[in-house]
């Protein structure tokens, strides 16, 4: 819920191998780009072309060009970055480099960016979005500098830009305490045990056999007993332990365990080798009106299992961790999102073993079941779905099986923020390569072509805006689309049509047969070209923003205002309001994701005073499993020349996460009325981690409530007035919506 280029920059997952002090800064290396990434995919980067230059350098034979790709449709940012060990002593880094820019764009920029990272999470960033580089500009030097957490681990340096234009970027240098970085001090870096354990790196060796019924769960208590231990045991706490690697260390004796007798006594013998704890003094059960939810620990004393073991669960939460950090997590300063940390992707494995599949099943149950703070909307015995998914997991027979079931397993956490994307070709060859020319959402129940990704190839495919789709390839829609429920997780239901409209009429053949009704009359089986969106021009960018215009604000008519979040520029605020401070009332559009953060900067326009709009919860490393809420979040300040008028917000199921956020926060205003339908559901700042196989997720990582307690997960923002687009109205060009918020403007209804 922050600024869209700062977060993309925040959220990237830079993995590359450490370079050293003396990285390739002038990309003169024989390798030439060596130690860098030029694409940025995992940070968010698309539409940019990022390549070595050699008729416009600086330093040396190269510099590294970045421009728009002219065929990409779907532009966000370009970026490169490389990755340098923090393994030095400083207060203070800086980053000098020199760009050159041609053209770049008013609403654009160019710049340097730094980030510093260590204990899991970003500690300093800066991406020069406050004095950017824009127009045409020869060879300069720019500089970069922040201070230098002791905690910190590795520096992320790289070049960016956003519009259009063109950029060069030359001869990197670091600077500690102004002095070159090779000078620097050796810093004594902190290496774990877990971190030395390297024993099945090259597979796990486990073979389960026969899943029987008792079998499996025995499987699923020993997940429940490895997670519990994960989070709540000191020594692993402290990293003394790789505990997915003693997890591989302990199954070959629990597979051959005969009955329940013989079970507990090796879990608590595992247990038992883990030493004995301190007591506690300050593991004091938590109550009252601050907790959202308690942990669930009451099955670690089920009659089931022996009162022995049982009495070593006790022990063990009785004297759990207390420290705030933690080897696998932490928490955002400030927001209180869990950071996932050492948490391996193991990328080495396509095709992850029998135990490293039981791995992951484990890994994500447990951080559901610790840190995921909708924990009790999931809707369904989170345990049971567990015991369902072991077998599935352990019976995949191939890389695409596995992903596939782990996208369905991630689906029955029901969240939209939580999924298994595309980002491998075999996903993206199973749900299809190609697309036809046309968006299709579903209206009234049907899926319905709304508007072409292409104007000219849309056209050329024979459909047109209002058409109804019901087959695809023979198939009846209502038939496909119940088959492809279980691999598109969301929130809610209007949330999961949105996303399988999005992927309906995708395939790897070039061509896909529809039958269409127009208006109410079947036509003959159309043969519809498909295409490859990247490459053919297809602006897939439309799905995430209803009809977007070219300004984020215009005049309706004379006394009616609309603003347009999609594109929202926070410098234009002022000008904003001073153009519709006479009018009858403003139309808010969110149906989109925000390209700024403006909850607070725009929602000072709409307050008379300080208004509660949201409260959240968050978790706990000294209690996994309970949640705290906090106390509720204020919108607005004090402010007799407030807007008088209507405000109208306009959502609909692409509002997700940020866009209802904001939604929450407007809707306080005076006179404010919600118009639309039922909002993605999913709202809180995101916590990533990876799954073995080189698999990335998320979740909603805190609780998003309404002050007095209303849940937002799975609800959505339910509107005040509820308005839907008709077949009708797709087919005649009109935004339904937007014409209910003039009415209601104009008539009070």
């Not at 860098?36 to 940070?43: A, C, I, P, V």
């Not at 059960?285 to 009162?307: F, Q, R, T």
């Not at 509002?655 to 809707?667: I, L, W």
Request: net charge neutral; with cysteine.
């Amino acid at each position: 819920m922050k600024n869209f280029l700062p977060v993309l920059l925040l959220l990237a997952n830079c993995s590359l191998a450490f370079s050293q002090r003396t990285f390739n800064q002038s990309f003169e290396h024989p390798d030439y780009t060596k130690g860098w990434d030029l694409s940025f995919k995992n940070g968010g980067a698309a539409g940019y072309l990022i390549q070595l230059d050699s008729s416009t350098a600086r330093d040396g034979r190269f510099s590294l060009c970045i421009e728009p790709d002219p065929v990409a449709k779907n532009r966000q940012f370009g970026a490169c970055f490389t990755v340098v060990p923090a393994d030095f002593q400083g207060k203070n880094i800086t980053l000098k480099a020199f760009l050159k820019t041609e053209n770049v764009a008013a609403e654009g920029m160019a710049g340097l960016w730094m980030r510093i990272d260590g204990d899991g999470k970003m500690l300093q960033f800066d991406n020069m979005q406050d004095r950017p580089v824009k127009g045409s500009t020869d060879w300069k030097e720019y500089v970069v500098s922040l201070p230098l957490p002791d905690e910190a681990e590795k520096i992320n340096i790289g070049g960016l830009m956003t519009g259009t234009g063109k950029m060069w970027v030359d001869d990197f240098r670091l600077y500690v305490d102004d002095q070159p970085l090779a000078a620097a001090k050796d810093k004594k870096m902190t290496v774990y045990a877990a971190q030395l354990d390297t024993a099945f790196d090259n597979g796990s060796g486990i073979t389960i056999g026969t899943l029987t019924p008792g079998r499996v769960a025995d499987l699923a208590l020993l997940g429940k007993v490895w997670g519990f231990l994960k989070y709540y045991h000191p020594k692993i706490a402290v990293g003394e332990l790789n505990w997915d690697y003693e997890l591989f260390r302990f199954l070959p004796g629990y597979l051959k365990t005969a009955n329940e007798k013989q079970r507990d006594e090796l879990l608590g013998a595992w247990i038992e080798s883990l030493g004995e704890l301190p007591e506690c003094k300050s593991c004091l059960e938590k109550s009252g009106n601050e907790i959202h939810l308690s942990p669930d620990v009451a099955w670690l004393d089920d009659p089931k299992m022996g009162e022995s073991l049982r009495k070593k669960f006790r022990y063990v939460l009785e004297r759990r961790n207390q420290q705030e950090k933690h080897y696998y997590l932490s928490f955002a300063e400030n927001i209180g999102n869990p950071i996932f940390k050492n948490e391996k992707p193991y990328k080495q494995f396509t095709y992850p073993d029998e135990g490293f599949r039981l791995l992951a099943v484990y890994r994500y149950w447990n951080i559901i079941q610790y840190f995921f703070p909708y924990r009790d909307v999931i809707g369904e015995d989170w345990y049971g779905v567990m015991k369902e998914y072991i077998p599935r997991f352990l019976e995949a027979k191939d890389a695409l099986s596995y992903k596939l079931v782990a996208r369905e397993f991630i689906g029955r956490v029901h969240d939209t923020h939580a999924n298994l994307w595309m980002q491998d070709e075999d996903l993206r060859r199973h749900f299809g390569a190609l697309r036809p020319a046309v968006q299709i959402k579903f209206i009234e129940n049907q899926a319905v072509v709304t508007r072409y990704y292409n104007k000219t190839l849309g056209e050329q495919s024979g459909l047109q805006i209002g058409d109804v789709i019901t087959a695809i390839d023979g198939v009846p829609v209502e038939e496909k689309v119940q088959k492809m429920r279980p691999l598109y997780p969301a929130s809610n239901e209007p949330t999961k049509l949105r996303d399988i409209a999005r992927d309906l009429l995708r395939g790897n053949e070039p061509t896909v047969k529809l039958t269409v009704q127009r208006e109410g009359v079947l036509l003959p089986v159309m043969e519809v070209t498909r295409y490859n969106a990247q490459t053919d021009g297809l602006d897939l960018s439309m799905d995430w923003a209803y009809h977007k215009p070219d300004s984020c604000y215009m005049l309706l008519m004379p006394d009616i205002g609309y603003i347009y979040l999609g594109n929202i520029s926070q410098q234009l605020l002022p000008v904003i309001f001073e153009k519709f401070k006479d009018t009858k009332g403003i139309v808010i559009d969110i149906r989109n994701y925000p390209s700024e953060f403006v909850v607070f900067s725009l929602g000072r326009y709409l307050m008379p005073d300080a208004t509660e709009f949201v409260r959240f919860t968050s978790g706990s490393a000294r209690f996994p499993g309970m949640f705290e809420r906090t106390p509720a979040l204020q919108v607005g300040e004090k402010n007799s020349d407030y807007y008088k008028g209507k405000v109208v917000i306009l959502v609909n199921e692409t509002s997700q996460s940020q866009a209802e956020y904001t939604a929450m926060a407007f809707r306080v205003a005076p006179n404010a009325t919600v118009i639309g339908s039922t909002t993605a559901g999913a709202d809180g700042n995101v916590s990533q981690f990876a799954l073995p196989g080189g698999l990335n997720t998320m979740i909603s990582g805190i609780g998003v409530f309404y002050p007095d307690g209303r849940p937002t997960q799975r609800i959505g923002i339910v509107p005040d007035i509820e308005a839907k687009p008709t077949i009708a109205g797709i087919r005649a060009g009109r935004d339904e919506l937007l014409e209910k918020a003039v009415e209601v403007i104009l008539t009070g209804k």
